[in-house]
């Protein structure tokens, strides 16, 4: 059976808050991330973690195309009333809620390299691809014929 993440929302003795998605790896990644960011950067990151999940796979079997996939999923209209984004007038997601989400996942899987007790040793989340806007001046050293 596959996971069913359930975002749980609690504040604990201290009174910090705390996020849990039911599985032990996002849960100890969650931790982690409430001990170093403030609260609504937790509450994305495990939103985020809760999208992703839609990959029905663990951790280990995530390959870079199933993260072209889930991209893929993100840009496409979402179910409802048809809604559009102001900036272009498309549907689907922005592309800084994707890029989040793509940070959320990347993190998590830098953090779960980090650890000695598994066997993922490269993150399946491409960086370094062309996806800034392209400016009207050159950049880099122009060489000359």
């Not at 849960?27 to 939103?47: I, M």
């Not at 985020?48 to 209209?77: H, N, R, Y």
């Not at 390299?113 to 490269?122: F, K, N, P, S």
């Amino acid at each position: 059976m596959a996971w069913q993440p359930e975002l749980i929302r609690r504040v604990d003795a201290a009174g910090n808050p705390r996020a849990s998605l039911g599985h032990s790896l996002v849960d100890d990644y969650l931790e982690f991330v409430a001990a170093r960011c403030r609260p609504n950067t937790l509450l994305a990151t495990a939103y985020d973690l809760k999208v992703f999940s839609v990959v029905p796979k663990e951790s280990a079997g995530i390959v870079t195309p199933d993260v072209f996939a889930f991209i893929t999923a993100q840009k496409k209209p979402r179910r409802g009333p048809k809604a559009v984004r102001l900036g272009d007038g498309e549907a689907g997601l922005s592309s800084r809620t994707i890029k989040r989400r793509l940070a959320s996942i990347s993190e998590l899987f830098g953090y779960l390299m980090t650890r000695d007790d598994l066997a993922i040793d490269r993150n399946p989340v491409p960086t370094g691809l062309a996806n800034r806007r392209r400016s009207g001046r050159p950049r880099g050293i122009a060489f000359d014929a």
